[in-house]
């Protein structure tokens, strides 16, 4: 038998060094980099390096042998070392001055066809979907980039496309989730076949050169060559989901031929569709908003017991309602605000949107358009203001996307300080302790009635116990939600939507009506407040709601002992684990809540302590004058 | 001429040899013969017609200059036959005097391409001739599109939709299911269509990490106190680790050493350098005091060797000893083993000590390598180092969006992210190092001195100004 040599066998062979890859593929350092990453093949760290280095200790890059063999096989090899070919051709007809043999050679330039590697690299389409994140953040950054070195300027455009296609997707599906601003640029988080796909857009200022020092452009291009490929893929797998035609149109009726647009179809088109602002040319000319994914409820709704499933369902409640939260609204985006994220969220929750048509093509009407409901300014005061309409900042938008509802304009209204700009990525009912003031801005109604009772308590200077307060707030606000959800269910299974929409539209034609000064509208604005306010008072009166505590938590622990014999003898400990970590969250908080309301309750009483002395104070200081004057 | 020759006596000189032949005049017989030729080449004037020999002047005399521009000139010029070919041209009117001359074919190497595209003769002329149809087609439909100005990659297609390689092939479709699937799979590598199978490895991920990291909400552009706080604290304390990091690498290297002036780094260099090397006074001095040792050869400090035999009784007796501590030790181990019968109970205790603290080490070295699953690898050379966060300082939040920060560059983010997820592997930008040059003045460049006049000039200056000053004191 032959004596094994060394490294014949094991880690060594299953690793080669880039160099030997290299020599095994006849390729340059370049053509190799850009078939990896083209691939999806990158480098590995071995379990032991110098096993896998043969006996070498030093650090190289190194690949797995099977991932160099498949690469072997690979098409776009042979179009890589076509690529040599092609430069010397073409440089020696270059050199030579022969420019027709030149212009033969550049027509017929070998291209690279990646269309199998997207569909090797992501088997389903699904598995495109979750690599979609980095592909989208990618193209929105270099669909901003002027030509650059290495960056040449169709790519750029390119990006520009595919990724203003994209967002007509998300902007017809209605998918948008989650909006953010950071300082980074736009987060968006968007669900399309139940997954999540987050991507970032630079903020919109000018482009700043980047040194090469720190970033490879070279890398990123060809990481950007492949994402177009496979964005391109996806969004015609997207468009005809929806029943669109890929290539995106418009319907010819939309399309007003002036003399502009009769000389420049094509960008006439690609400049409206950059504008976002019309629907795009369906095959099956049917309108989607008739057929909303009703299924899931029904069947939800079959086996409506467990927790979970009780929890999907006002879920996707919240959904349905999010996804028509502009629904009969009409913005008008002023000059200064960035036109291009407010539109993509206003318009994928069914508002209507315009904009000064010098700033850009597509604006649908005009500033001096009454039936405007809300304008979108980022100035401190504005010179012509119409009384019709809500002058709000852009963070408005944002923080109704994120809060699933329509917030009350006052705190956004133009030249006001604007309330912390809060992460949606962030869980808001995460089981930690959450300080009352952040729950506030969370859920805006508890913030209202929070400020109210305390107003209340210091003018009847009554000592309530106040843990109880907070609790009779958490259940009306319940109690509050749960009847809206009902009202919601009630519109959507029992009436149909165009009465309340009618309703509505009623309602604002009347108040169109009435609004005819300022002052007027003022104390409307009062009454409607004071409604309210009434509303809630009532809601707080009401004590029908009585809970027996200890029957609740005799059955809670009833339940907790059904669930801990039904965990499987494997997952005991993993149980038990939870159990505990859970135990010592709520004692956690338990703590922290007991620790504020210590505080609060210090702080009222030297607050009391402090109104009596003054108190008096005053009667003393009378007294004194009573006397004087008596005297 | 005529007049002169009957007056002219013919003079008769003798034919005797050959060299007297030569004293015939036949000039007039060359200038004869000499006429002829050139009329055979130029022609005559009988023959030439009355247009290649006159021209009818109907233009105006003074003729237009030409407007041809230079590039128009040079394209006229390369029309007409190069001048350094004109040599070459035959002009003569001589007729050749053989009537028929045998057509000698060169050979050719190669193929004669223009005959095989114009009357194909085989097979693989047809063929060429279709392939080049082919290409010149291709290149039409390419070059009409540049022209057209769409250049657009073509996604007309779902790649995602279910499709079976069977359907492509004619032939390997079978509803009766006679052809297996393997069977299949041969036939169509070996028509050249073949399946690529991706392995699975190729989508294993490398990192368990979250491919998406929400940002922290203290990066908000308006973003809550606690938040904004909260953040800065973790920039804060990432800060101090690598102040700290860089300290102790300070204290460790450079404040280390004791710091010496060059004079004396110089000194103790030449003293290190210059041990045991005597110096001239005392050298001789020492000479003196061991005369002995210089005539001895060789000797050391160390005593020497000395080959030490042991007898035989001594190795018995070594023998013996070594048999006795052998049995010692036998014994003693025996006795432990009774003894540790005794202790059983707590020798059990050792053990399962022993066995715990195995058993927890396996955990912390099995958490050690999970936690490294979430960690960025060692790809190459260097080592992954986190950006730093992103963070407005308080005095930059402007709370509104008009008058944002921004902080990050989303590209160089991006290629982190990349690295980050074992993607890339971890690159520094080289600067490529340029060679010194040393710079020195031309020898045959010389500094501008001061010239004779300018000399005279001060002078001169120097003149007048004495003159002016006299004159001053004069008055």
């Known amino acids: ?631 | 001429m005529a007049a002169q020759e009957p007056a002219t006596k013919r003079k008769r000189i003798s034919k005797k040899n050959k060299a007297a032949w030569r004293k015939i005049d036949i000039q007039d017989v060359e200038q004869f013969l000499e006429d002829q030729r050139q009329e055979e080449r130029i022609g005559t004037f009988t023959d030439k017609q009355d247009e290649d020999l006159f021209v009818v002047d109907a233009s105006p005399l003074k003729t237009a200059p030409s407007q041809l521009t230079i590039k128009q000139k040079r394209k006229l010029n390369a029309l007409k036959p190069m001048r350094s070919h004109q040599a070459l041209e035959n002009t003569s009117k001589v007729q050749d005097p053989i009537v028929k001359r045998n057509h000698v074919r060169q050979k050719k190497s190669g193929r004669n391409i223009e005959m095989e595209v114009c009357n194909p003769t085989k097979p693989r002329h047809r063929q060429a001739n279709t392939d080049r149809g082919l290409y010149y087609e291709k290149l039409d439909k390419e070059l009409a599109m540049r022209e057209s100005g769409k250049k657009l990659p073509k996604i007309d297609k779902d790649i995602w939709q279910e499709e079976d390689f069977r359907d492509k092939i004619p032939g390997l479709k079978d509803e009766k299911g006679w052809i297996s699937r393997d069977l299949a799979l041969h036939v169509a590598g070996n028509i050249g269509r073949k399946v690529v199978k991706t392995h699975a490895s190729l989508h294993h991920k490398t990192t368990k990490a979250k491919k998406f990291e929400a940002p922290h909400p203290g990066m908000s552009y308006n973003p809550s106190l606690k938040a904004h706080q909260e953040l800065l604290a973790e920039v804060v304390e990432r800060e101090q680790s690598i102040i700290k990091k860089e300290q102790h690498l300070k204290r460790v290297t450079t404040t280390m050493f004791s710091k010496v002036t060059p004079e004396e780094r110089d000194k103790r260099r030449l003293d290190e350098m210059s041990e045991g090397i005597k110096e001239d006074g005392e050298p001789e001095s020492e000479d003196e005091v061991d005369p002995k040792s210089a005539d001895n050869s060789y000797s050391t400090v160390n005593a020497p060797v000395e080959n030490k035999k042991k007898s035989k009784a001594a190795r018995n007796k070594e023998l013996k000893q070594k048999k006795l501590q052998r049995q010692h030790e036998a014994k003693k181990a025996l006795k432990k083993q009774t003894a540790d019968l005794i202790r059983i109970k707590s020798i059990r205790a050792e053990v399962q000590e022993e066995a715990e603290e195995l058993k927890d080490l396996k955990k912390r070295r099995k958490a050690a390598a999970e936690r490294k699953k979430y960690e960025t690898k060692r790809l190459g050379r260097h080592k992954f180092e986190e950006p730093d966060l992103d963070v407005n300082m308080p005095e930059d939040l402007a709370g509104n969006l008009r008058n944002v920060k921004t902080e990050s560059n989303l590209l160089t983010d991006r290629f982190k992210l990349l690295q980050k997820r074992n993607m890339l592997p971890t690159t520094v930008a080289v600067k490529r190092k340029r060679a010194k040059v040393k710079r020195f003045p031309r020898s045959s460049h010389k500094e501008p001195g001061v010239s004779f006049q300018e000399l005279r000039d001060r002078r001169k200056a120097a003149a007048a100004a004495a003159k002016a000053n006299s004159d001053t004191i004069k008055i």
Not at chain 1, 184 to 208: D, L, M, N, R, S
Not at chain 1, 238 to 249: K, R, T
Not at chain 1, 264 to 270: A, L, P
């Open chain 1, 1 to 631: 038998m032959r004596r094994p040599k060394k490294y014949e066998a094991g880690e060594a062979t299953q690793y080669i060094s880039r160099r030997a890859a290299l020599r095994k593929l006849q390729l340059s350092l370049n053509d190799f980099r850009r078939l990896c990453i083209l691939k999806g093949v990158y480098p590995r760290e071995p379990k032991h390096r110098r096993r896998a280095q043969k006996g070498s200790s030093e650090i190289k890059i190194l690949y797995h042998t099977k991932d160099i063999r498949f690469l072997l096989h690979e098409p776009i090899v042979w179009t890589l070392r076509d690529y040599k070919i092609f430069a010397k051709k073409s440089g020696r007809d270059r050199a030579i001055k022969d420019f027709r043999n030149l212009k033969r050679r550049l027509a017929l330039f070998p291209e690279i066809k990646l269309d199998h590697i997207v569909k090797e690299r992501y088997p389903t389409f699904i598995d495109a979907l979750k690599d979609l994140d980095d592909c989208l953040t990618l193209l929105f950054l270099f669909s901003t980039f002027p030509s650059l070195h290495l960056i040449p300027r169709e790519q750029s455009n390119l990006c520009r496309r595919l990724t203003i296609e994209f967002l007509h997707y998300v902007i017809a599906s209605k998918s948008l989730r989650k909006v953010f601003i950071s300082i980074k640029g736009y987060y968006f988080q968007a669900e399309i076949k139940g997954q999540k796909v987050t991507w970032i857009v630079p903020h919109y200022y000018p482009f700043k050169p980047q040194s090469r020092q720190e970033v490879d452009f070279k890398v990123m291009s060809i990481f950007v060559e492949f994402y177009t490929i496979m964005l391109g893929f996806t969004n015609y797998r997207l468009y005809h989901g929806l029943n669109m035609a890929y290539p995106p149109q418009f319907p010819s009726s939309m399309l007003q031929d002036n003399e502009d647009t009769l000389k420049d179809e094509t960008s006439f088109v690609s400049e409206r569709i950059a504008a976002l602002n019309f629907e795009l040319l369906r095959t099956d000319k049917v309108q989607e908003d008739e057929e909303e994914p009703d299924i899931d409820m029904e069947l939800l709704e079959q086996d409506g017991d467990s927790k979970r499933i009780i929890k999907m369902k006002q879920e996707a409640q919240e959904i349905a309602r999010l996804r028509n939260l502009f629904k009969g609204l009409k913005f008008f985006i002023n000059r200064e605000v960035p036109r291009e994220p407010l539109v993509i969220i206003i318009r994928s929750f069914g508002g209507k949107v315009s904009w000064d048509s010098s700033v850009f093509s597509g604006s649908t009407y005009d500033e001096s358009d009454e039936t405007i409901t809300h304008q979108i300014v980022d100035r401190p005061s504005l010179s012509t203001q119409y009384i019709s309409r809500d002058y709000i900042q852009p963070q408005w938008v944002f923080d109704c996307v994120n809060q699933r509802q329509l917030l009350p304009t006052n705190k956004y209204f133009l030249g006001e300080e604007l309330p912390p700009h809060l992460s949606p990525f962030v869980d808001a009912k995460r089981d930690t302790y959450v300080p009352p003031e952040e729950k506030a801005l969370h859920d805006p109604s508890l913030i209202e009635t929070h400020a109210q009772s305390d107003d209340e308590s210091e003018e009847e200077e009554a000592a309530q116990n106040e843990d109880d307060t907070v609790d009779q707030e958490l259940l009306d606000a319940q109690l509050q939600r749960a009847y809206q959800q009902e009202t919601a269910e009630y519109k959507k299974y029992g009436g149909p939507d165009g009465v309340n929409e009618d309703e509505e539209d009623a309602d604002d034609d009347f108040d169109g009506e009435q609004e005819s000064d300022e002052e007027e509208e003022e104390l409307d604005e009062k009454t409607k407040r004071l409604q309210e306010e009434k509303k809630k008072m009532s809601v707080q009166s009401g004590k029908v709601h009585k809970v027996n505590k200890r029957q609740l938590h005799k059955a809670e622990v009833d339940e907790h002992r059904l669930q801990a014999r039904m965990v499987k003898p494997r997952h005991r400990n993993l149980f038990r684990k939870l159990i505990r970590e859970k135990q010592s969250k709520e004692k956690e908080e338990w703590l922290l809540r007991k620790k504020r309301r210590n505080i609060d309750k210090d702080t009222k009483e030297a607050k009391k302590s402090a109104k009596r002395e003054a108190k008096k104070a005053a009667a003393a200081a009378a007294a004194a004058a009573s006397q004087l004057g008596a005297k």
